[in-house]
């Protein structure tokens, strides 16, 4: 008998070879397909996103899940509880469980509200915008549960407003349709938001990713301590969540740097929004290009933010990706003032924290300059790590104090 009987008979059965349950067991939750007994269960008999009985290979269950066979990570865990499958119940669970952590956190209701794996629904990732909520499925599995994932958001937050931002590449390699669509009320193009007393405005349906980035906040709030009557730089600015902050906790200049023109103009807005106008200039280009034209012009900074987009995405792109953090990097250094304050961060999954580390030591050395790290700081808590995944601890951001030889 392939089903034990304890969990849900109208589940399907996935097998696992001998031995490939040992992650499982200590706590992962992802199953690829090369760890698939396809003899007892063949892939090729399930449908993306169907649910699935996790066995072992004696067939003992492990717990609920979903299914994909059409990607290398086929199979992903939800439960293992065999009263509480995934389901509309389940769901209303886990997020009374996230939202209850991000009341104690938060004071206002601006923050990522469900973090894939950290909070046990893989596949699934919301944002909280007062009463707005965007929510993106990225997986087979999770997606065959979107009206649920809907029903259970209603029930525990009751929103104005839902929107799927279901636009991501992710969802293209689970071979899903990618759009964006108002999932229930009216969403506005622009909503305002606040962060530590700053006011913003953010575009859920235009944005990039969600339209904010909740993950930086609390290194966003560890530069205020080192910028006032600083002459700051901020490169990769998107929309100036960085550089705003530093004015308005006294930066006496600040420039903004990105390749966007329309982020930039929404920087000139949070920068009226926020009363810093006066402090802030912006500059539209490629970052290195600007960095390069900034060296030549003989300029200079107190502090730089480095906060650039994933350069590592793949695997095979490791070694061309490292290279750009160095050289991105190193190049910041290049306009730092004699005892300047480097912020660099990477978003990229694939590149370990001791490899920025490593990437700053070699540009600083390149350079004959001393570098000292003062702080170190990952995403905020509410993106909480799964311990035994450690793919969900992927934001890196060292504060460095960069000084002459």
């Known amino acids: 008998m392939l089903l034990s009987p304890a969990f849900p008979v109208d589940f399907a059965p996935l097998r696992l070879r001998k031995d490939e349950d040992r992650r ?43 299914v994909n066979p059409n990607v290398l990570l086929c199979a992903r865990l939800v439960s293992r509880d065999p009263d509480h499958p995934l389901s509309l119940s389940l769901l209303v669970h886990r997020l009374n469980v996230a939202l209850s952590l991000r009341e104690r956190l938060y004071e206002r209701p ?14 699934l990732i919301i944002d909280r915008y007062g009463d707005l909520c965007v929510a993106q499925v990225t997986t ?8 649920d994932v809907l029903a259970a958001l209603q029930k525990v937050l ?4 839902v929107l799927w931002r279901n636009d991501g590449a992710m969802r293209g390699l689970e071979g899903l349709e990618r759009y964006v669509a ?24 235009t944005g990039q990713k969600t339209g904010w980035f909740y993950d930086q906040r609390d290194n966003r709030a560890r530069l205020d301590r080192y910028v006032s009557g600083r002459r700051v730089l901020d490169v990769f600015s998107y929309t100036g969540a960085w550089g705003i902050r530093a004015a308005a906790h006294g930066a ?14 929404q920087v000139k807005a949070h920068a009226a929004l926020n009363s810093v ?17 900034l060296r030549e012009a003989h300029e200079r ?56 580390t490593q990437a700053l030591l070699q540009g600083s050395r390149h350079l004959e300059r001393n570098l000292v790290i003062l702080e170190q700081g990952r995403q905020g808590p509410d993106h909480p790590v799964h311990p035994a995944i450690p793919e969900t601890d992927y934001l890196k951001t060292i504060l460095a104090r960069v000084l002459p030889a």
């Open 24 to 66: 499982l067991r200590a706590g992962h939750l992802w199953v690829y397909s090369n760890e698939v007994d396809v003899e007892a269960t063949p892939l090729r008999n399930f449908a993306p996103g169907q649910p699935i009985v996790i066995q072992s290979s004696n067939g003992k269950a492990i717990g609920t899940g979903y």
């Open 110 to 123: 601006f923050y990522r509200l469900v973090y894939g794996e950290g909070d046990g629904l893989p596949g």
């Open 140 to 147: 087979a599995g999770m997606d065959r549960f979107k009206e």
């Open 158 to 161: 009751k929103p104005a407003a």
């Open 182 to 205: 108002d999932a229930a009320g009216i969403v506005p193009d622009t909503i305002d938001i606040e962060e530590d007393g700053l006011r913003f405005q953010v575009a859920p349906k």
């Open 252 to 265: 006496r200049e600040v420039i903004c740097v990105d390749s966007s023109a329309a982020a930039l103009e």
């Open 277 to 293: 106008s006066d402090r802030m200039q912006v500059h539209q280009g490629d970052a290195f290009e600007i960095l390069k034209g």
């Open 301 to 356: 900074f107190d502090a730089i933010i480095v906060d650039p987009p994933a350069f590592i995405k793949r695997r095979k792109d490791f070694k061309e990706g490292a290279l750009a953090y160095r050289r991105i990097n190193e190049m910041a250094m290049q306009v730092l003032e004699r005892d300047g304050l480097l912020i660099s961060c990477s978003c990229s999954q694939l590149l370990p924290r001791e490899a920025l």
